[in-house]
């Protein structure tokens, strides 16, 4: 009987390591018969169309089987390469997020579809829709994150709605991370003499673009499955729209895909920062059958009208004239460094990150007393000490808040010693 048991228990192992090499061998072969359309070289689309030329004057051959070889293909690898961290290298100091995970996995990989039913199972008029120019805007971004962003844009679109994918490379350190990907058909890559920042950068692309629609997308996204053309039918009904999907998450340290809730509408809260916040249970159900619906403010026009609201500059002059309006200073920046407040509150020390010139933590306001102010809290120098650390507190315009601008690069310098 244990004899049998031996035998039997080796049978099922053998069975299943031969399973298992079957599946790997299937996987393997599988990954090498699929092209990766998003790394299609422009060169592939230049001879194709010659093939096309000479199949209609008789001269030659036809345009031949769609088949593309590897060497008709971006070496998405090489490029990887060319930006790989150095040997020891923190895999977190140059962009905050684990860039060896993301090294580590193909431009192309699958992504679950994290829609509810409705919108899987919802079809569109695709042939109806207009073309967009995509914008991408990056600076020092790493390589394999760009490229899967582009990727991902090409392989999960209908190939006819992409007009183009313009990449402004903000003054990247290497020109060459921009001009590589030129190579790939449909990017465009214009390259800024100096550092502009994120809004010039788009207004630039913008000027550039050809489609009708402008898409803006971060360096470091990924799109799923269908992400273009319910954003499209909204434009194709109403030209004036500016429209926003719902945005996924993807993990900064393993880079594993979460799905966000559908269940959700964007504003912005008084300091005009931009939100994600749950629906009410009654706007849930009604967008039940499709939540693709755009979500009406009638009723919240009609409040307003009903109970006669005055305009916010109403309320400045007679209700809170002690609120002061900044003038907006932007970033505090020296070199590639900017002052953050670190996601730090009341009586947290302010800190240097690399600037990214999109605001958050690193927006920061000048006031008519000058005094520099993140929404409520001012920086403030506990003591005339040097060295002494800048922090943020209530602003109450004392003489530790007020900056001497004849001499703000001492209080940088001071302030940088403090950190």
């Known amino acids: 009987m244990r004899r049998n048991v031996k035998i039997l228990l080796l049978f099922s192992v053998a069975w299943m390591f031969v399973v298992m090499c079957y599946l790997h061998t299937s996987s393997e072969r599988k990954g090498e018969g699929e092209e990766n359309r998003g790394l299609r070289l422009k060169e592939l689309l230049e001879a194709k169309t010659e093939a096309v030329t000479r199949g209609r004057h008789g001269s030659g051959a036809g345009p031949g089987t769609s088949s593309v070889s590897s060497a ?13 961290l150095r040997a020891g290298e923190d895999p977190y100091i140059r962009n905050r997020f684990n860039q060896e995970a993301s090294d580590k996995l193909p431009s192309n990989r699958d992504l679950p579809d994290t829609r509810v039913a409705s919108c899987r199972n919802k079809a569109y008029d695709v042939d109806s829709l207009p073309p967009t120019s995509v914008i991408i805007t990056f600076h020092n971004e790493a390589r394999s994150t760009l490229l899967r962003t582009i990727v991902s844009v090409i392989n999960r679109s209908p190939e006819h709605l992409i007009k183009e994918i313009i990449l402004i490379d903000d003054f990247s ?3 060459l991370d921009g001009e590589e990907l030129s190579k790939i058909q449909k990017v465009r890559v214009l390259r800024n003499d100096k550092r502009e920042g994120l809004m010039r950068s788009r207004v630039k692309g ?3 673009a050809t489609a009708p629609v402008l898409t803006f ?37 393993t880079f594993h895909y979460i799905g966000a809730s559908s269940d ?6 008084w300091n005009l920062v931009f939100k994600w916040e749950y629906l009410s249970r009654e706007v849930r159900a009604k967008r039940g059958e499709d939540p693709t619906q755009p979500i009406s403010i009638d009723d919240r026009l009609e409040l307003k009208k009903r109970l006669k609201c005055k305009p916010f500059s109403w309320y400045l002059k007679n209700v809170y004239p002690e609120l002061t309006v900044p003038v907006t200073l932007g970033t505090i920046q020296q070199n590639y460094q900017c002052v953050d407040t670190l996601g730090r509150l009341i009586g947290g020390n302010v800190g240097l990150y690399r600037c990214h010139h999109t605001g958050g933590n690193q927006e920061w306001g000048l006031t008519d ?13 506990t003591s005339d000490t040097p060295g002494t650390p800048v922090i943020m507190r209530p602003c109450d315009n004392s003489i530790h808040q007020v900056i001497d601008f ?9 302030m940088k010693r403090g950190i």
């Not at 999907?245 to 900064?252: E, G, K, N, R, T």
């Not at 004849?406 to 001071?414: I, M, P, Q, R």
């Open 369 to 381: 007393t000058n005094t520099i102010k993140h929404h409520d809290l001012c920086l403030t120098l």
């Open 173 to 175: 350190d290497n020109p």
């Open 264 to 269: 959700l509408r964007g504003g912005f809260d």
């Open 72 to 84: 008709q293909l971006f070496d998405e690898r090489a490029y990887i390469r060319g930006g790989a």
């Open 406 to 414: 004849f001499d703000l690069k001492s209080f940088y310098l001071n």
């Open 206 to 208: 913008a000027e550039n």
């Open 217 to 253: 997308l971060d360096s470091h996204v990924e799109c799923n499955k269908n992400w273009l053309e319910p954003l499209l039918e909204r434009i194709a009904e109403d030209k004036t729209r500016v429209v926003c999907p719902i945005i996924d998450v993807i993990s900064m340290d």
